[in-house]
């Protein structure tokens, strides 16, 4: 044996003595000293790729991953071709968070042993981890080829797949993780998630249900089958799932922002607005939250405008002013009378009440001049996303892409003028807005009022909702007011026939509020309590009541102005056939205030039922004159609250001329809607054409 061989051998018994007493202190809990014995494993041979990984595995069981890192990243210069050492150095470089050389690492392994199925994962969660499920999703299918058995690797693919909008593919590996594990909460947890997400609210809670059986600490589930319950109207459940999540996991932001949003529903303005506020506090660039106080604030009559306006800004600050800097020129071609590429943004293009509003405009667009894109913001795709997608010429689901993403794709797909349908109303993409990705960008319908960004030039309404000089100081953008209306509406051509007023039979007299309980504030039971004292032959329905919590408030908020809960029906929500049909019930719709109603309006409008508004001076508090005018019953519209008592005694007191304006209101209605879309259609063309021209001029003077 040379010189050299019996140093090296000595070497490596001095090292691997090192190593058993460093093992053996180990056991008997004797962290500090074990750590010199490996250490001193190493410094006897430093050629030892067996004493540097016992040093890294003691460093990373310890928690201590950057001190393993330079162990493993030792191996990889000793070994090249080591894959056990390029792995672990992926697993350190991942424990620190630098996931790009966690990719890296796992890669130099997978290229080393294509099969290594260990490896492989890791490189595939590093690539999520770098938001790019669309390259995790080969190594995660090599994973569950090789070990269909793997229920972790199952998962991770389910969430990957979620990632990139998959949701049938992602529906049935999360289903394959809990079958291979049935007592798996996270997948039962996330698998109720998806359910949710595509609106099957009853699945959602049956698997969320399970994942809080198997893991009743599980924080994620007790929020997830919180939002479930609060879709199923079940708000005081809700509730208590949110607070569970909340106490579960001190700081957790989502679940404060939750029970805010439970709290709007329940008419608590304030304390809705406290909790999203304590929410943004924890995680102050949640845009999503921040957008849920502003509509929150929107309904606040105590806020004035002024304020209001400023919360607005407030949010451009925080979440636009940061993008200004990497806004870019804009390479379109600035030929004002081409054919423009018009791009809709929108998370409700599916049966919703967008959907009334947006179609006539999508059939009627001139596609000879305008070239029609959707991006929709929403997983789900049923019936309705069908229908408008056979109208447009090209419909992109961008649900699953980060505001970045989304950016780029809207600017390298051209738009030349990029329009809202959401403002800050859930499944928003003001983000990506606030990124500048086309030349003209306007707010449209969806959300009463501003966005508060400066990257939205325009925002679309009309004289009714937005009265020249009125609100325009409330507004970032530049309001642009078209003449036939800010929107048509596709009325329900299959609609129940409208009858005779039902209170000419002589039962009394039954009045409506059509819209969420948390729009009837204080201000609002004072006044219907008066039209009910003047009218004791009425009763007053209210929809989509079907909350105990809520029914009781109300009902204590009309016992205190002296109705009897007797007078008081509560309607739960119910599907628009049911709910259309029950209008042969209502004689008189009584419209809220400040926040009006919209597409329940119409709806009442359409069934012959009249409404009672009272406008104010924000755009949420005009939307019912809006319609009122369209309808021409500019008369039924108020501008105090005397004035609003007295239009409804005024109707109550001739029914046989209600029945008659009832029986008028379909035809009415029905020949305006026939001519509406195409006129409003080209208004609209022409504010575009506008819009465009004037970027032209400004950009690229002739």
């Given at each position: 044996m040379s010189n050299l061989s019996s140093q090296r051998a000595k070497a490596g018994r001095s090292s691997r003595a090192h190593a058993t007493k460093a093992r053996h202190l180990l056991g008997n809990g004797q962290i500090a000293e074990a750590e010199v014995f490996f250490q001193r494993a190493v410094d006897a041979d430093k050629f030892s790729s067996d004493a540097l990984t016992?040093?890294?595995?003691?460093?990373?069981?310890?928690?201590?991953?950057?001190?393993?890192?330079?162990?493993?990243?030792?191996?990889?210069?000793?070994?090249?071709?080591?894959e056990v050492a390029w792995r672990n150095l992926g697993v350190s470089c991942a424990a620190t968070g630098d996931h790009q050389q966690a990719a890296i690492a796992f890669g130099h392994a997978v290229q080393i042993a294509p099969a290594y199925t260990n490896a492989a994962h890791g490189l595939a969660l590093s690539l999520m981890a770098l938001d790019q499920p669309l390259a995790a999703i080969p190594f995660f299918q090599q994973v569950v080829n090789r070990t269909p058995q793997d229920h972790e690797a199952m998962f991770n693919f389910a969430n990957a797949l979620v990632k990139i909008g998959e949701l049938d593919a992602a529906e049935a590996a999360f289903s394959v993780a809990v079958l291979i594990k049935p007592g798996f909460a996270m997948a039962h947890c996330n698998l109720g998630q998806l359910y949710f997400v595509r609106g099957q609210t009853q699945l959602a809670i049956s698997h969320l249900s399970a994942a809080i059986e198997t893991s009743p600490d599980l924080f994620e589930a007790h929020n997830n089958i919180g939002a479930a319950f609060q879709r199923d109207g079940q708000l005081a459940l809700a509730l208590d799932c949110f607070q569970t999540a909340a106490t579960l996991r001190p700081g957790f932001a989502e679940a404060h922002s939750n029970i805010g949003s439970v709290q709007l529903a329940l008419g608590n303005l304030a304390a809705a607005a406290r909790c999203y506020r304590h929410s943004l506090a924890l995680k102050p660039d949640n845009a999503a939250v921040f957008s849920d106080l502003l509509f929150c604030l929107q309904s606040d009559e105590t806020i004035d405008d002024v304020e209001l306006f400023a919360v607005h800004r407030e949010f451009a600050d925080r979440f636009e002013a940061p993008l200004k800097a990497r806004w870019m020129p804009h390479t379109n071609e600035p030929d004002p009378s081409r054919k423009l590429r018009i791009g809709y943004v929108s998370g409700d293009l599916r049966n919703h009440a967008i959907a009334f509003f947006i179609e006539p405009t999508l059939a009627t667009h001139d596609r000879a001049r305008f070239e029609i894109m959707i991006y929709s913001n929403h997983a789900q795709f049923d019936d309705?996303?069908?229908?408008?997608?056979?109208?447009?010429?090209?419909?992109?689901n961008v649900s699953s892409m980060s505001d970045d993403a989304l950016a780029a794709r809207i600017r390298n797909d051209g738009v030349d003028i990029l329009v809202d349908l959401s403002g800050h109303t859930a499944n928003n993409r003001l983000l990506a807005f606030a990124r500048k990705p086309a030349p003209v960008q306007s707010a449209w319908m969806g959300y009463g009022g501003t966005t508060g960004l400066d990257a939205m030039d325009y925002r679309i309404t009309d004289q009714w909702h937005d009265p020249v000089g009125l609100t325009d100081p409330s507004n970032s953008e530049k309001l642009v007011r078209l003449a036939a209306g800010s929107a048509a509406f596709r009325f329900v051509a299959d609609a129940p026939p409208v009858g005779h007023l039902p209170a000419l039979a002589?039962?009394?007299?039954?009045?409506?509020?059509?819209?969420?309980?948390?729009?009837?504030?204080?201000?609002?039971?004072?006044?219907?309590?008066?039209?009910?004292?003047?009218?004791?032959?009425?009763?007053?329905?209210?929809?989509?009541a079907s909350d105990d919590a809520v029914q009781q408030s109300l009902l204590e908020q009309f016992s205190a102005n002296g109705i009897d809960a007797s007078r008081i029906v509560f309607q739960p929500w119910m599907s628009l056939p049911d709910y259309l049909a029950i209008?042969?019930?209502?004689?008189?719709?009584?419209?809220?205030?400040?926040?009006?109603?919209?597409t329940t309006s119409l709806h009442a409008l359409w069934m012959g039922v009249p409404y009672v508004t009272l406008a104010g001076d924000r755009a949420v508090s005009r939307v019912g004159a809006g319609m009122l005018a369209v309808a021409g019953l500019q008369d039924w519209v108020t501008h105090s609250e005397t004035a609003y008592f007295n239009r409804a005694m005024l109707a109550l007191s001739d029914l046989p001329a209600l029945d008659r304006?009832?029986?008028?209101?379909?035809?009415?209605?029905?020949?305006?809607?026939?001519?509406?879309?195409?006129?409003?259609?080209?208004?609209?063309?022409?504010?575009?054409?506008?819009?465009?021209?004037?970027w032209c001029g400004q950009n690229h003077p002739g």
């Open positions: 016992n040093l890294g595995d003691f460093y990373f069981k310890q928690n201590r991953p950057e001190q393993a890192h330079r162990c493993f990243a030792r191996i990889t210069a000793l070994e090249p071709k080591n309705v996303s069908l229908r408008l997608s056979k109208l447009v010429d090209r419909w992109t002589g039962r009394g007299v039954t009045l409506a509020c059509l819209n969420s309980p948390r729009k009837i504030r204080p201000r609002v039971v004072t006044l219907w309590s008066r039209i009910l004292a003047a009218r004791t032959d009425a009763r007053l329905m209210i929809f989509n209008h042969s019930q209502i004689d008189l719709a009584l419209d809220p205030f400040p926040y009006n109603g919209c304006l009832r029986r008028s209101l379909r035809p009415r209605l029905a020949a305006d809607s026939a001519a509406r879309p195409q006129k409003l259609t080209r208004d609209l063309e022409h504010a575009y054409r506008c819009m465009w021209q004037q």
